[in-house]
């Protein structure tokens, strides 16, 4: 499943931290650390999964898309998953509101 970076965290150029998404985020499961909550991005309702075991924002791609958001191409961020994979971002959507 391709992710964007929906919401950077300002970073120091020399020394990106890795970053990471916990298998219960990518997967779309619940577990203690999680949080369902529904926002809206526009007008269109979204379901966001809030994950303290997460340490950037990621939304999928195919929700780019259907709402039209503007991605732009960007340096890959190689992002590793609760189980040890490691997946590549090489978009970014910035000033995305999210509204709940």
Known sequence: MPLIE??????????????QISF?????????????????????KVLILVDRGSTHNFIQ??????LGLHAQSTPPLHVMIGNGTEIECLQICKHVLLQF
């Open 6 to 19: 929906a919401f950077p965290v300002a970073q120091e150029p020399d020394d990106p931290p890795p970053a």
């Open 24 to 44: 219960h985020a990518i997967s779309g499961h619940m577990a203690l650390e999680t949080l369902c909550v529904i926002g809206f991005i526009f007008d269109q």
């Open 61 to 66: 791609e195919c929700l780019v898309t259907t």
